[in-house]
């Protein structure tokens, strides 16, 4: 019933920024706790950022500390990725994922609802 649809993943330079957009319906999105994950080609799929229904709050992992930034409009039922200063280990499929209540969550499973993802690459 919930649905997930991102955008915005293209080809970009290193050093370049990109901002992935997540668009959910089916479901009221203010309630909803969001977060990125990526995948790239051989490896499993890791956490980038997540942002609460509640205060608002973010995490993010190391490795995208001070690059990335997540934000949510709940206007427009949509979570956004800003990538700033991309590296080409940032090359990955990029998934928005949703899930009910709880605390900030890094962890795969504790998502509910996950979008098909939309690819970034990163050229050297």
């Known amino acids: 019933q919930v649905q997930l649809v991102e955008s915005g993943g293209a080809l970009v330079q290193a050093g370049g920024s990109l901002r992935l957009s997540c668009v959910v319906s089916?479901?009221?999105?203010?309630?909803?706790?969001m977060g990125w994950f990526r995948q790239a080609p051989g490896k499993e799929r890791e956490f980038v950022a997540a942002?609460?229904?509640?205060?608002?709050?973010?995490t993010y992992a190391d490795s995208v500390k001070g690059r990335f930034t997540m934000s949510r409009d709940n206007a427009k039922s949509t979570a956004y990725l800003q990538m700033n200063s991309l590296k080409p280990e940032d090359t990955a499929v990029y998934h928005c994922a949703a899930r009910y209540g709880g605390s900030l969550s890094r962890v795969v499973y504790e998502y509910d609802y996950w979008g098909q993802g939309t690819q970034v690459t990163v050229s050297s």
């Open positions: 089916g479901r009221r999105f203010s309630i909803l706790t």
């Open positions: 942002i609460s229904w509640s205060d608002l709050s973010t």
